[in-house]
């Protein structure tokens, strides 16, 4: 049985299965990431709710394995050289679990390095982009006088879902017809746009007409459905 001692936050999030992926995250546009790709994946993991109504991601414990203070991050006990490892950023969790698996990345070197280039266009510009327009649309940005700043973040998250638009014309997924981390990187960040943050009409979203047909793609996917609500919000 591993011992996951070593690491701080067990303690305070005791591993009842330490032999399986120990997941802390909160169904957010970036922790969906990683719980939909370990329910398509298949690979067993135990989850830990990391509640920001108390903090949780400000603890001494948390911040030993993430020192940026947010989720997700994972413990796998089975690391490389079979010892283990422990991760923080989304994106870097989807890529470590692809190649763990073999699974949701091209087997190509080249397709693989054009997977990994809409992943980081994701880290960089989709999710920063679509929480500001969340932020100055939906909390507490709302109450700002200056509408600029709201103006500014939703004319980038047009450009964005028109550069998205292009890519998926002829396109069921962003690397044509395979289905990859690619993808699952984008499905929480988009849905929640539309949706969570009350910005589908702000952004005209109803002429992204090929990214609303693969929006809806993702989520008839039984895997997404599940890793959405992973794990259960208090």
């Known amino acids: 049985m591993p011992d996951l001692s070593a690491f701080p936050i067990t303690k305070r999030w005791p591993a009842q299965h330490p032999d399986r992926l120990q997941l802390y995250s909160l169904p957010t546009p970036n922790g969906v990431k990683v719980s939909i790709m370990l329910e398509e994946i298949g690979l067993p993991y135990e989850v830990h709710l990391i509640d920001f109504d108390k903090d949780d991601q400000k603890t001494p414990e948390f911040l030993s394995l993430n020192p940026n203070g947010k989720i997700p991050a994972i413990i796998d006990p089975d690391g490389p050289g079979g010892k283990p490892l422990g991760l923080f950023e989304s994106g870097a969790i989807l890529q470590y679990l692809a190649d763990k698996t073999g699974k949701l990345l091209p087997g190509d070197a080249a397709r693989r390095y054009q997977t990994f280039q809409w992943l980081h266009f994701q880290m960089g510009g989709i999710g920063p982009m679509f929480g500001q ?14 509408k600029r700043p709201l103006q500014r973040y939703v004319a980038e998250a047009k450009r964005l879902l028109g550069v998205m638009e292009m890519r998926l014309d002829g396109r ?30 702000l952004v005209a979203f109803d002429g992204f007409a090929h990214v609303a047909a693969w929006l809806q793609r993702g989520l008839a996917r039984p895997a997404v459905q599940r890793g959405l609500n992973i794990p259960k919000r208090p």
């Open 133 to 146: 327009v969340g932020y100055f649309n939906k909390f507490a940005g709302k109450e700002i006088a200056d």
């Open 172 to 201: 069921q997924w962003i690397m044509d017809d395979e289905y990859t981390i690619a993808d699952i990187s984008m499905f929480g960040w988009v849905r929640n746009l539309i949706g969570f943050y009350e910005a589908r009409d």
